[in-house]
DNA sequence: GTAAAAATGAATAACAGTACCTATTTTTAA
DNA sequence: TTAAAAATAGGTACTGTTATTCATTTTTAC
């Protein structure tokens, strides 16, 4: 099964599939409510998904998908090279990455990799190459990822003092200790970081 | 001639276009600088390019190659979808323009509409959703670029003076000034659209 | 039911940006 | 070569954030 909601990637995605495995019968659908339809009836081995697809993304899908199926074996693919989203993908029973703009050979490498039951990543060094926000951001509290959200608007701490009517001084608490949790120091580092990384909270 | 650096994006392409125009021949490169070499020998009068390729983005490669054939059309592919974006690029000579994103009729209604000699957009309401923010960018000075720049990455005033060697002052007169250009107002707007827009300077 | 965690609120000092001015020197273009 | 534009620099008052430390109340979990 392959479900990615760009039609002409997912065209070329089944051309390509269809060259390399002869023998595989490919379903291919443009969203994730449609494949969730089809999913019991055609019954594959393989779930090949894209990572950033409307209403349900592919990791909730690949979710859905491994409680009717157990033994599914599903291959994420995303054009996001950003660590942080690796690795919370990973996390959650992924057995593949590829990023789409890797070669071909890639993805039937990872399909390889994941039918002999390994997890394939297309390039494990990623993961190496910053701190682990993630692990950090799951830390904050409600009202700090809350707080965090606001700030990310650009609104000053009066502005969300207001909103949330509470007192200047708790959200200026708030801040400091995000900062201190997100190891943030300087002055608006925690504005930038926020404007920055505001999809992953 | 079709150019995007992503090999199962272009394989898609060729695979649709070639069931669209069947009597076309196309040649297919993943990268502008193979494109390049190529261009004169293949001759084409169409060219399908990806805007966001390394080294040589499309809207450049586009002008390298209407400075080599005049009557070259060119439709640009893209995933984003921002106003800013599409306005600048219209503004250089492209006859098309269409969303990798996009329904695969839309492509063919480009190519049509482009070797008609009409200018093609996917959706040109997409033009009226927002102000101009390209034209007021386009009346920054360079320096006050320049400080923009240092601005997106977060640094104060007294960093930015020191590593241009100039005054704290002037540096604080070029925020100013660039606000007043951006009609920005209030605290840290300007460093929270310097975030946001760092890509467009 | 109690201990830990979270949320609330405050005082203070230092640092940074905003929003106005004015003014001089340097560069650019007609 | 001269007028306009750009870059430079300073003054001042204000608003907002950072970084501490301390303290109370509320919520959560065992």
């Not at 949330?164 to 801040?175: A, D, G, M, P, Q």
């Amino acid at each position: 099964m392959v479900v990615d909601d760009h039609p002409i990637f997912l065209k070329g995605l089944v051309e390509i599939l269809q060259d390399e495995l002869k023998t595989a019968t490919i379903f291919a659908y443009t969203s994730s409510v449609e494949a969730l339809k089809n999913f019991t009836i055609i019954n594959p081995d393989i779930a090949i998904l894209d990572l950033d697809m409307p209403v349900i993304n592919g990791i909730k899908l690949s979710e859905n998908l491994k409680v009717i199926k157990l033994t599914l074996k599903v291959i994420i693919l995303t054009m996001h090279k950003e660590p942080d989203i690796i690795r919370s993908v990973i996390a959650k029973g992924i057995d593949g990455f590829v990023f789409k703009d890797d070669a071909v050979n890639e993805l039937t490498n990872a399909i390889k990799n994941v039918l002999a039951n390994n997890i394939y990543l297309s390039d494990p060094s990623i993961l190496n190459q910053t701190e682990d926000k993630n692990e950090i951001l799951a830390t904050l509290t409600k009202t700090e990822c809350l707080v965090l959200k606001h700030i990310a608007q650009n609104k000053t701490s009066k502005q969300i003092a207001d909103t949330l009517f509470v007192s200047i001084k708790t959200i200026e608490n708030h801040r400091n200790n995000i900062s201190k949790k997100l190891q943030l120091t300087g002055s608006n580092s925690l504005l930038t970081f926020a404007v920055k990384n505001s999809r992953f909270f």
